[in-house]
């Protein structure tokens, strides 16, 4: 009945915060060959408890030959860790004898003391372990009060959760919240504190089935085991979120998390969970009636157990089991799980029964304590009345002495009062400044991001304008060779600029934690393609050569695609940026055994120096002067990845070399998910809330309409051509698609392959706009035949292009006719 991190807290709370005696009692000479004993004990406590009794025991002979002072303390605490190894080792009667010998030492060596306390509850945990509550909380309530007249929040924490499982075990979930909730108050400081702390308190939530607010600890949990780096730990607090998710009908969240937990506990030290894994999975189908794959998930998860030996881990899977073989007609097996879940829920009726019986007597022998002492205290005070009398003759003449005396003493203490009061206002008026500092530093700091974000958009306005209306001035013909090479240089300049005025807001967002998130199903391999075509020109242009690959990836991942999409133009930006010669690569690929997808982004540039290789992730840092006034930059695009990365619950790697180039790893999980049918019931209602793919062959025009379209669309992707064109919309990538006719060829064949894209697309129920231009060669009366939902003649300008987008999804028109086409030139 021990909840999942009772033992981990008590471990932890045993071999931590301890200093050997040496740096206690404040010698300074090194550390000895007992401090050396202790910490190999210290060390090895967790991971191997019998080399930890080996050192104990080396530990407590030196301490036997050291001078008086030092020895009994010393010994106390080579038993204290002796018996911290033979509670590890399950040695429990061995245990209790050395911690009662050593408390015995530390009371008369170091009473009062964190040692004192550490003894104490070595032994409580020995007496827990061995049925014996009402004893064991005795020593945890001593153990608590120790922690908190010295002062001691964490292990004071500790001694509250330890409190806190013993009414645990005995069902009592009411009074065990109040015990853990006051330990997270009292310290939470460290990702295992953290882990510990929130995990207990979700299980307690579950228990009082408010399974919101168990969600909640989960996810706190989640993120420090996170912090720890454990798999397994992240694996365990998983299952348990989803299995509140299920209680709480939230199916689909339930799904991606044990996706999340099978994912991470296909290897490594996570994979001895995986048997629970399947359970939750399990249970989740039962709920969504799925009963033959639920019955396929507990033959893994009880796959070569003897199911007359589980433990109480398996006593809500044995019910499930009993459940789902009776309704899919397998009795045999439901019988077979019936009798383990009534073995189980026997031994833990019989816990909780045994553990609340103690209670009771605990609570009942305190009672009478309590009435005993004050029957004390009544037959003190008649006593104290009696000799008051007594005393009563000489108060009297004593008095004038006594009186003198007093004054003497009230003189010294008003002068002691006064010089108090006015150190003790000096310190108030001193601590009130720092309090208003802060407060003004604050302020300036919400100001100066507010001031960013706001500037950022307010500047994204008009630049958008003059980007489009640069654009819409570059698909003129009207301009001359002079004025057109004016307008691109408006057109860079202005473009330059708001991918800084980007990054500014991004950094922005960031720092007020308003990064969103949008997870969605993305092909990772169509991201990289996509990003390889739109660098290739730039990098002819450098004459750098370019290669990317893509292997094995999945199909699609859940994720956000813009947000790589950001991350990895970024990379590429900086890699074009930095190298001079050589080349540059972009892959990515499947690991499998991590469950992760890698995207990978090296050059042959000018490299970066070891010692500022953990620096270059911060905002607005630069390697030196020289490289920014010759490479110019703000220091923010590197930052903006790695935060985005995290916010996709990934990571960043690096690795460069001074003069030889730089590798950056982008690390995603891989949750897989399926394609979504290629029917789209739920059709956006206007254009900023369509995902808009655009067939254009020729990059110039292709950069140019994108950038016309875009700010009014929620997405834009390049196309370069039919196939890439049907392979989006077969994907669900894109809910409308503008394409030229004649951006295939000009021949019979181009008519073909414009029917069969068109028809596939109004197939897949995706609209099209089809841009024609009667000096194409194209029979214009076939044109006007095929299955497109609006055609435009060209030229057309890019308002007018916009606008006609606009008007699809304001009228909700079927495909246009030809008095359509005549209205739209």
């Not at 033959?299 to 030996?309: I, M, P, R, V």
């Not at 930059?633 to 030889?660: D, P, Q, Y």
């Not at 834009?716 to 503008?738: F, P, Q, R, Y």
Request: glycine share 6%; with cysteine.
């Amino acid at each position: 009945m021990r909840s999942l991190f009772a033992s981990f807290l008590l471990m932890l709370a045993s071999v931590t915060g301890l200093a050997p005696l040496s740096a206690q009692s404040g010698v300074q000479d090194g550390p000895t060959a007992f401090d050396t004993a202790i910490e190999a004990a210290m060390d090895t406590m967790m991971a191997d408890p019998e080399a930890a009794l080996v050192f104990s025991q080396e530990a407590l002979e030196l301490a036997q030959k050291q001078s008086d002072d030092e020895r009994d303390q010393n010994r106390a605490t080579a038993l204290w860790l002796k018996a911290e190894s033979l509670i590890g080792l399950n040695r429990l009667d061995e245990a209790g004898d050395i911690a009662t010998e050593a408390l015995a030492l530390v009371k008369k060596a170091a009473p009062g003391t964190k040692l004192n306390g550490d003894v104490l509850r070595s032994r409580g945990a020995v007496r827990a372990l061995s049925g014996n509550v009402q004893d064991a909380l005795t020593d945890y309530q001593a153990a608590h009060e120790i922690y908190r007249r010295a002062g001691i929040k964490r292990s004071q924490a500790i001694a509250l959760n330890d409190l806190g499982q013993i009414y645990w075990e005995a069902g009592d979930y009411q009074r065990t919240l109040k015990y853990y909730e006051q330990a997270v108050e009292i310290y939470n400081d460290d990702p295992g504190f953290r882990l510990g702390n929130h995990n207990n308190l979700g299980e307690t939530y579950k228990m009082l089935e408010r399974y919101g607010d168990a969600e909640r600890e989960y996810e706190l949990a989640i993120a420090a085991a996170r912090e720890l780096g454990s798999p397994l730990l992240e694996t365990r607090i998983l299952s348990n979120l989803a299995l509140v998710q299920i209680e709480q009908g939230k199916l689909a969240s339930a799904e991606r998390t044990t996706a999340r937990a099978l994912s991470l506990a296909r290897s490594g030290e996570a994979a001895d969970w995986r048997d629970f894994v399947y359970g939750v999975q399990a249970r989740l189908a039962y709920e969504r009636g799925q009963n033959n794959r639920a019955a396929r998930l507990l033959d893994q998860t009880f796959a070569g157990a003897d199911l007359s030996e589980t433990d109480l881990l398996f006593r809500e899977y044995h019910a499930l089991g009993a459940r789902v073989f009776e309704e899919i007609g397998q009795t045999s097996k439901a019988l077979a799980h019936l009798r383990a879940f009534q073995r189980l829920d026997g031994q833990a009726r019989d816990l909780v029964s045994s553990a609340s019986s103690q209670l009771l007597a605990a609570e009942f022998d305190y009672a009478n304590q309590n009435l005993r002492i004050a029957q004390l205290k009544q037959g003190q005070l008649e006593r104290d009345i009696q000799i008051e009398r007594e005393r009563s003759e000489f108060r009297t003449m004593a008095f004038v002495g006594i009186a003198v005396a007093l004054s003497i003493v009230l003189a010294l203490t008003l002068t002691a009062f006064f010089s108090i009061r006015r150190s003790r206002n000096e310190v108030r008026a001193a601590n009130e400044e720092l309090t208003l500092v802060n407060a003004d530093l604050e302020h300036a700091l919400k100001a100066k991001t507010d001031f960013l974000a706001m500037t950022s958009h307010e500047i994204r306005t008009p630049l958008n304008g003059i980007l489009g209306t640069a654009q819409v001035l570059l698909a003129s013909r009207a301009l001359d060779d002079a004025n057109m090479k004016r307008v691109k240089l408006i057109q860079s300049a202005g473009s330059t600029m708001k991918a800084l005025v980007d990054d500014l807001l991004d950094v922005a967002k960031m720092e007020s934690g308003e990064v969103s998130i949008e997870m969605s199903p993305t092909s990772i391999e169509a991201l990289v393609k996509d990003a390889g075509y739109l660098w290739a020109d730039k990098l002819r242009e450098k004459n750098v050569e370019f290669a990317s690959d893509t292997s094995d990836l999945p199909a699609l991942i859940e994720t956000d695609g813009g947000r790589v999409r950001q991350i990895i133009f970024n990379l590429l930006s900086n890699a074009v940026k930095f190298t001079r010669e050589g080349s540059i690569s972009l892959r990515a690929w499947h690991d499998k055994e991590a469950g992760d997808v890698i995207i990978e982004v090296a050059d042959t540039g000018i490299g970066i120096p070891a010692e500022q290789q953990s620096k270059i992730f911060e905002a607005f840092h630069q390697v030196d002067n020289a490289t920014t006034r010759e490479f110019s930059g703000t220091g923010l695009g590197l930052s903006i990845c790695k935060n985005l990365t995290a916010a996709l619950g990934g990571r960043m790697e690096l690795s460069s070399e001074v003069g030889k180039g730089s590798t950056f790893r982008v690390i995603l999980p891989a949750i897989e998910v399926e394609a979504p049918s290629n029917k789209n019931d739920e059709r956006p209602t206007s254009l900023s809330e369509c995902r808009m793919g655009l067939l254009e062959a020729n990059p110039m025009k292709q950069a140019i309409l994108m950038g016309l379209i875009e700010p009014h669309a929620k997405s834009m992707t390049g196309l370069s051509d039919a196939k890439a064109c049907i392979e989006a919309i077969d994907a669900n990538a894109v809910d409308h698609v503008v394409l030229d006719a004649g951006c295939v060829g000009e021949d019979e064949a181009t008519l073909a392959d414009l029917r069969e894209l068109l028809t596939h697309a109004k197939a897949a129920g995706v609209p099209t706009t089809l841009l024609f231009s009667p000096k194409s060669g194209l029979p214009i009366e076939q044109i006007t035949q095929l299955d497109h939902s609006q055609l435009l003649l060209k030229p057309i300008a890019g308002d007018a292009l916009v606008a006609t987008l606009h008007e699809y999804y304001a009228s909700e028109t079927t495909p246009k006719t030809e008095s359509d086409v005549a209205n739209a030139a």
